[in-house]
C-alpha cells in the first residue's frame, strides 16, 4: 500500500511548537545475558506449539525538542527465543518512517546460539541492514539477524524517532507467539495531554509518577506491564487480528501553555468535522464545481436522483483510476486529477460527492479507517486513512466508492468494509453510519455429472454470482484470460480438470457474472466390491472446518451476509442402483445467524441434490463462537456423506 503526502499532513496539523520538554533517557535493562538453559530449552514451557516467543520486549517512548519540533522518540528492545524453523521469520525486522524528520537505528542486534556447550554471539553486520525507497515521504529499515537456527536466541535494540506526535504508535501487549514480560514505558510531558485507551481483554499492572528530569521539566511517566501473555493466532475470518490483541492507543487531546490554560484539540466529532472542512485539502476541494460542470449537465437532466447517482457514479469509476494512495486528503486537486484522469481516494470520490451535490442530491463525505488500519475508538483526526460517498435519497443511504472498477453503489471494496464510518456535513454536523452489509450476496452453482462404472465423474457447471460474490470474481480474476481463469478455478478444487471455460458478463457490473466449464475428475468415487461410494456434492464440498481453535477471542467477519445454493444432478451408471443416500437435513443457529438445508432425492437414473446455507450476518460475536463452530461441523460432515451404489 502506498501512503499519500497528505497522510503526514493529519499529524503536522496538530503540533503545537510548545517549548522544551527534554526526556533524558534512564538506565535501560541491559541485552546479552544469554544463558545456556535459554539456549538448550526445546519448547515453550507454557505453548509447546509456539515456533518462537518474546522472552522480553520492553518499550520506551520519550520526547525531546529540538529546532524541527517537537520529536517522539521510541526505543524498543526485544528478546526473541526462536524453538522451530517457522520461527526464523522473526530474525527480520522490518519499519517504516517519514523522511522529513524521521529516522529508525539499530542500535544491537545479535543472534546467539549454543556451541560446544557455550555461548556463541554473532552480531548483526552493516551489510545486513537495508533501507529503501517507499514513497517520496516514507522509508523502510529492515535487516535480517545472522545464523538463525532452532534454538537461537535473537535481540535487537532499535530506535526510532518522528515528529508525529498527534497519535502515538500503538504498542501490542499481545503477539502470534507468547510474550513472557512485557512492559510499555510512556514518559509524557506534563503539559500534553493525551487520551490512552487499553484494547483487548488483558489487564496490565499499571504504575504512575511524576518525575522530574534533567533542565527541571515535570514527566509524567507510566508503565504497564504484563507477564505470561498467551499467543492470539489468528483463524480464518478475522478483520485485522490486531483490532482484538491487547494494545494501548494514545492520542493527543490537548495542551496546557505556560499561563495553565488547557487547548484541548478534536476531542468530540463537532471538532474534528470542523478540521476537516478548515483543510485546504478537503473542505475547498470538495466546493470546486466549475471543471465538470459543462460534462455533466447532459448526462443527468431530467433524470431521477436514483438515474443520477448511478449515471455519476459509473461516470467517475470510468474516468478515473486510481493511483493506490490512500487517505482522505487530497494531493494533486480534484481539478487537476479530473483532468489527468488519475487521482487518489479522496480526489475520485470528493469529485463523486461534488457532481451529486451539483446534480441536487444530498450528498457528504463519509470518513473511514480501513481494514488494514484498523478500528478507530474515539473521535480523532488521525482516526481515518479513507473516504467514500454517502447519497442520502428519501429514507435511505447509499454508500459509494468510485476508486474500484468493479464496485457498484452499495457494493464497497473490501478494504472500505470495516465496522463504521462517520459521515461529515458542514451544516448538520456528523452521525455514525454503518459499513456492514445488510443485504445477501448470493451464489448460484448448477452441475449436470455423469458417474461411470469405473469411479469417473464427467460434467458441466454452471456458477452464478451476484453481489459482492461477484465484486470478488472481478477482482479475483481481472485481466486474465480464459485460459488462466480456467487454471485458476482448477486450482480452487484438487484433482479438477476444466475444459471448454466461458465467462459472461465479466465487465458488465449490472449482471451477475456466470462462469460456465466442462469438468472431469477421477477421484471422488471409491469402489469396494461391487459398490460405489461417493459424497453428492462432488468436488464442491467444504473439506474441513475454518473454526479449529478451543476459544475465540474476537468475532467472525465474514464480510458480507451470503447466500450460497447448489443445485446437482448426477447420473448413475448402467447396472448399478441406489441402495442409500444420506438424510434430509435442517440446520439453524441461534439467533438465526445462519440455516443450512440439504435433500437428495433419486429419480429413475439420476440423483437430484439441492444444498443451501445462508450466513444472515456479516459479522457474527465471539459469543457464538462455539455454536458456530458446531454448526459448521455439522453442515460439513452431511456435505461429506455419501451416497451408496450397488451393482444390480
Not at 26 to 42: D, F, I, M, N, S
Not at 290 to 314: A, C, Q, R, S
Amino acid at each position: 500500500m502506498r501512503f499519500s503526502d497528505s497522510f503526514t499532513k493529519r499529524f503536522y496539523a496538530i503540533v503545537f511548537f510548545l517549548g522544551a520538554s527534554i526526556a533524558i533517557a534512564q538506565k535501560r535493562p541491559e541485552l546479552g545475558h544469554v544463558t545456556v538453559a535459554e539456549l538448550e530449552q526445546k519448547k515453550h514451557p507454557k505453548d509447546s506449539s509456539a515456533a518462537a516467543a518474546y522472552l522480553y520486549k520492553h518499550t520506551k517512548v520519550t520526547f525531546s525538542f529540538d529546532a524541527g519540533g517537537i520529536k517522539v522518540i521510541t526505543d524498543t528492545e526485544a528478546k526473541i527465543k526462536v524453538y522451530g524453523k517457522d520461527g526464523y521469520d522473526y530474525a527480520t525486522y522490518e519499519d517504516f518512517y517519514y523522511v522529513r524528520g524521521g529516522s529508525i537505528s539499530v542500535k544491537e542486534a545479535a543472534t546467539y546460539n549454543l556451541v560446544n556447550g557455550k555461548v556463541e554471539k554473532t552480531k548483526l553486520k552493516g551489510e545486513s541492514e537495508f533501507e529503501s525507497k517507499v514513497t517520496k515521504q516514507i522509508r523502510s529499515k529492515k535487516f535480517v539477524l545472522p545464523n538463525v537456527r532452532e534454538g537461537s536466541i535473537l535481540e535487537y535494540r532499535i530506535v526510532k524517532t518522528t515528529y508525529s506526535i498527534g497519535r502515538l504508535r500503538d504498542f501490542y501487549f499481545q503477539n502470534d507467539i507468547p510474550v513472557d514480560y512485557v512492559q510499555y514505558e510512556l514518559r509524557l510531558p506534563s503539559d500534553f495531554k493525551y487520551s490512552k485507551l487499553i484494547r483487548g481483554s488483558l489487564n496490565p499492572e499499571i504504575r504512575e509518577e511524576t518525575i522530574t528530569e534533567a533542565y527541571g521539566s515535570q514527566v509524567q511517566k507510566t508503565t504497564y506491564t504484563l507477564k505470561d501473555v498467551a499467543a492470539m493466532k489468528e483463524e480464518e475470518y478475522v478483520t485485522n487480528i490486531d483490532n482484538f490483541r491487547s494494545h494501548i492507543e494514545c492520542e493527543l487531546s490537548g495542551y496546557t501553555d505556560s499561563y495553565n490554560i488547557l487547548h484541548r484539540f478534536s476531542t468530540d466529532w463537532a471538532s474534528v468535522g470542523g478540521h476537516v472542512f478548515e483543510d485546504e485539502d478537503f473542505g475547498p476541494e470538495l466546493k470546486r464545481t466549475n471543471y465538470f460542470e459543462e460534462d455533466i449537465k447532459p448526462l443527468v437532466d431530467g433524470k431521477t436522483d436514483i438515474e443520477k447517482m448511478n449515471i455519476l457514479f459509473n461516470y467517475v469509476q470510468s474516468r478515473m483510476v486510481w493511483n493506490k494512495y490512500m487517505g482522505y486528503s487530497c494531493d494533486d486537486g480534484v481539478r487537476a486529477a479530473y483532468k489527468n484522469k488519475i487521482g487518489n481516494i479522496a480526489e475520485i470520490n470528493l469529485m463523486l460527492t461534488s457532481m451529486l451535490r451539483h446534480s441536487g442530491l444530498k450528498a457528504d463525505p463519509i470518513l473511514l479507517s480501513t481494514r488494514e488500519n484498523g478500528i478507530y475508538s474515539f473521535p480523532s483526526l488521525t482516526a481515518f486513512d479513507y473516504v467514500i460517498c454517502g447519497v442520502k435519497i428519501g429514507e435511505e443511504l447509499h454508500l459509494l466508492d468510485a476508486s474500484d472498477k468493479h464496485a457498484q453503489p452499495n457494493i464497497l471494496p473490501v478494504r472500505a468494509i470495516n465496522d463504521k464510518g462517520r459521515l461529515f456535513n458542514e451544516k448538520e454536523g456528523s452521525y455514525t453510519v454503518s459499513l456492514e452489509p445488510e443485504k445477501f450476496s448470493r451464489k448460484m452453482v448448477t452441475v449436470l455429472a455423469t458417474l461411470t462404472p469405473d469411479g469417473q465423474i464427467d460434467g458441466q457447471a454452471r456458477d452464478n454470482y451476484f453481489e459482492h460474490h461477484a465484486l470478488r470474481y472481478r477482482d479475483s480474476y481481472a485481466d486474465l484470460g480464459k485460459e488462466l481463469c480456467a487454471d485458476k478455478t482448477e486450482k480452487r478444487f484438487s484433482g479438477l480438470e476444466i475444459s471448454d471455460y466461458d465467462v459472461l458478463n465479466r465487465d458488465n457490473l449490472a449482471k451477475p457474472v456466470t462462469e460456465s466449464y466442462t469438468f472431469h475428475h477421477s477421484g471422488l468415487a471409491d469402489l469396494i466390491g461391487d459398490k460405489i461410494y461417493f459424497s453428492p456434492m462432488l468436488f464442491l464440498s467444504l473439506a474441513k472446518s475454518p473454526f479449529t481453535q478451543d476459544k475465540r477471542e474476537y468475532p467472525v467477519d465474514f464480510v458480507f451476509p451470503y447466500q450460497d445454493k447448489y443445485v446437482i444432478s448426477i447420473k448413475i451408471p448402467d447396472g448399478y442402483e441406489v441402495e442409500s443416500v444420506p438424510k434430509e437435513a435442517k440446520l439453524g443457529m441461534q439467533d438465526n445467524l445462519g440455516t443450512f438445508f440439504y435433500s437428495i432425492a433419486p429419480q429413475q437414473k439420476t440423483l437430484q441434490l439441492t444444498v443451501q446455507y445462508n450466513i444472515n450476518k456479516a459479522v457474527i460475536s465471539e459469543e457464538y463462537y462455539e455454536i458456530l463452530k458446531e454448526f459448521f461441523s455439522q453442515m460439513i460432515a452431511k456435505q461429506n456423506e455419501k451416497v451408496i451404489l450397488k451393482k444390480v
